[in-house]
């Protein structure tokens, strides 16, 4: 396997753990990092792979901590905008991809810095319509994270239920970008070692994420992935 392919893997993995942590931040450092290392629709599509394997898990792991109706809606409102993002991924300008990229990853950043998150009561409409941007985005973007979390920053949910809520969420819409993905030719079995280098990636640091997760501290790490990711942004738009 290709030297750019197996540094890939690895940052998957530091990345997963991060999001086994903290809920969310897999999809914004492998997708950042990673397209410095591939081609902008490989890295999406192969992240994909990773996200499919730590949401599946994180699901498992968090699964009695979880508000199951908030999943279903969500999950069944994105899935189909999940795959049109995915198809639309492979007729986008990958340079426009790129900046849309950097654009969201330091909104998030800026969002979170200075606490910008709006405040919002979301009732059952404003769940669907949110989970139909969600899954067009994570479709197109590779992540659609961004639009989950101001959702569910307004449910008065444990650290735990939040992790395992951002987890289940996504397991439909990962499933169908990889179908939509392979369809397309972006995933193939040229990849498979880099695929089954993902899949173990992304399981085995979300059990190490769990066991993290009453430990670290979420200010000061948070802020180092802020940096990370405001510099890697940057990069993107250049």
């Known amino acids: 396997m290709p030297v750019e392919y197996i540094v890939f ?7 997963s753990i991060i999001s086994a942590t903290f809920g969310f931040g897999t999809a914004l450092v492998v997708l950042v990092i ?4 591939l ?9 994909t792979v990773l996200f499919a394997a730590t949401t599946l898990c994180k699901t498992v792991l968090f699964t009695k901590q979880i508000d199951w109706k908030v999943v279903a809606i ?16 492979t007729y986008a300008p990958a340079q426009l991809i790129k900046r849309l990229l950097g654009i969201m990853v330091l909104i998030y950043v ?9 405040k919002i009561t979301i009732g059952i409409p404003g769940l669907v319509l949110g989970s139909a941007a969600y899954g067009f985005l994570s479709g197109l973007l590779g992540s659609g994270n961004l639009v989950k979390a101001v959702l569910f920053r307004e449910m008065n949910i444990t650290k735990q239920a939040f992790v ?4 289940a969420t996504s397991v439909l819409a990962n ?3 990889l179908t939509a993905y392979t369809a397309s030719g972006l995933l193939s079995i040229n990849s498979l070692w880099t695929i089954l280098a993902l899949i173990i990636a992304g399981a085995s640091a979300s059990f190490i994420g769990r066991s993290l997760l009453s ?5 000061q790490f948070e802020r180092s992935v802020q940096v990370v990711l405001v510099i890697s942004a940057l990069g993107l738009l250049v």
């Open 34 to 37: 990673g397209s410095h290392l």
């Open 110 to 118: 800026v969002m979170v810095f200075y606490k910008l998150f709006p």
């Open 164 to 167: 395992g809520a951002m987890a």
């Open 9 to 15: 893997a690895l940052v998957g993995f530091f990345a």
């Open 74 to 89: 969500m999950s069944l409102a994105s899935l189909p905008f999940a795959y049109i993002g995915a198809i639309a991924l």
């Open 175 to 177: 499933f169908a970008k």
């Open 215 to 219: 430990y670290i501290s979420v200010v």
């Open 39 to 47: 081609p902008i629709k490989e890295t999406i599509a192969l992240a």
